[in-house]
């Protein structure tokens, strides 16, 4: 148990992950706000509407992360690329598990969005925060990496 609260103490009890927490919510409230449109005017279906919230709210988030979080001693095009392909990975598995939850909702649980339209973000919702963790450890990996790799390549 003490081994456990250790871990959790030198990874999220940080300045570093609050700073990432706050721009998680953030980025979770554009993803959220994006979902919400798109589903409600355009009417893609979840699957599309997740696509297009995601990748904003990743944009946004990249920069935000850079600035704010992991404050990257050199930013370049092919750490944003890595980045990017990253947050693609993700994007698939986001969007996949909010269509999964989003079928859940109206097919197991029976729930009517168009009665609550409030809960149509509830998919989108639960498959962003499974992937909180993972998506720290990842960034965190790739701008260690990219910084000691520039700076490598500079010496």
Do not use: C
């Amino acid at each position: 148990m003490n081994k456990l609260f250790q871990f959790i103490k030198k990874h999220f009890l940080t300045r570093k992950f609050l700073s990432f927490g706050i721009i998680g919510v953030m980025n979770t409230g554009i993803d959220t706000l994006v979902y919400y449109l798109m589903y409600w005017t355009i009417d893609p279906g979840a699957f599309l509407s997740k696509t297009v919230a995601f990748f904003t709210a990743s944009i946004f988030s990249y920069f935000a992360n850079v600035i704010f979080t992991f404050k990257p001693k050199n930013r370049s095009a092919a750490q944003f690329s890595i980045v990017m392909f990253i947050f693609g990975l993700r994007w698939l598995i986001s969007a996949s598990l909010a269509w999964l939850f989003d079928y859940g909702f109206i097919n197991w649980l029976h729930i009517d969005f168009q009665s609550n339209k409030f809960l149509s973000v509830m998919p989108s919702l639960l498959a962003s925060a499974l992937l909180i963790p993972i998506a720290y450890f990842a960034l965190d990996w790739i701008f260690r990496k990219t910084g000691e790799e520039k700076e490598a390549q500079d010496l």
